[in-house]
C-alpha cells in the first residue's frame, strides 16, 4: 500500500481493478486544513488519463505487475505469439496490445513484457534490433550532401531515414527508443 505522502511520478498504483502509473504529481498544502496530493493518472491498459486529489491518509494498493523475459515466435494471421523463455508457456499478444512495436518486432527477439495480474498489458523491446534492408533507392555517385538521408524500407515492413550509402541487402542496426536508423551491422 502507497500512502498519499509517499506518491511519486512514475509509482504505479491499482485503482478500481487496473494498473494505473502517476505521471503527474503536485503537492498543495492550503493555509487551513489537510495537505493535498493532486495526482494525474494514465491507465495502463487503456492509455486514459484523468486528475484526482488525494488527502493526506489516503491510501491506494500497489499494482501488482510482473515482468516476464519473453521471445517473440511468430504471428499467427491476427495474434503475434510470445513464449516465456523461464517455463516455455506461450501467450498471444494483439496488434494493439503492442502498439508501434510491431514495426520493429522480428522474429526470435527477447523482449520484456509487463504483466498484470498474469495478463500481458505491454511489451519493451531491446534499445537496438538488427533488421536487414529490402528496400533502398541506389546511392547517386557525388549526393554527398552533409546530414543527407533517403528512406528505406527494413524485413519488418518499417520505413527509417538512413544514410546514403546504405544499399538492399544490409543490415542495419535501429534505436527502438527513437525509431531511427543507428549504425550499419558488420556481417
Known amino acids: 500500500m502507497f500512502e498519499a505522502g509517499e506518491f511519486r511520478k512514475g509509482i504505479k498504483v ?7 502509473m502517476i505521471v503527474q504529481f503536485e503537492f498543495v498544502k492550503p493555509g487551513k486544513g489537510q495537505a493535498l496530493y493532486k495526482c494525474k ?9 484523468f486528475e ?8 491506494l494498493k500497489k499494482a501488482s505487475l510482473e515482468e516476464k523475459e519473453m521471445e517473440y515466435l511468430y504471428f499467427d494471421g491476427t495474434n503475434y505469439c510470445f513464449m516465456n523463455t523461464s517455463n516455455y ?13 510491431v514495426d520493429l518486432l522480428k522474429e526470435n527477439t527477447a ?8 495478463r500481458p498489458i505491454d511489451v519493451t523491446l531491446p534499445n537496438f534490433v538488427n533488421l ?6 541506389p546511392w547517386a555517385k557525388g549526393d554527398t550532401a552533409t546530414g543527407s538521408t533517403k528512406p528505406a524500407v527494413v524485413e519488418t515492413g518499417f520505413e527509417v531515414q538512413v544514410p546514403p550509402f546504405i544499399e538492399e541487402g544490409e543490415m542495419i542496426k535501429i534505436d527502438t527508443r527513437t525509431r531511427s536508423y ?6
Open 14 to 20: 491499482e485503482i478500481d481493478g487496473a494498473p494505473h
Open 41 to 49: 493518472l494514465k491507465n495502463m491498459i487503456s492509455g486514459s488519463q
Open 111 to 118: 523482449c520484456a513484457v509487463l504483466c498484470f495480474d498474469g
Open 52 to 59: 484526482r486529489t488525494f488527502r493526506s491518509g489516503d491510501k
Open 89 to 101: 508457456e506461450q501467450e498471444f499478444l494483439t496488434k494493439e496490445q503492442l502498439g508501434d512495436n
Open 132 to 137: 536487414r534492408v529490402i528496400k533502398s533507392d
Open 182 to 187: 543507428s549504425e550499419r551491422v558488420k556481417e
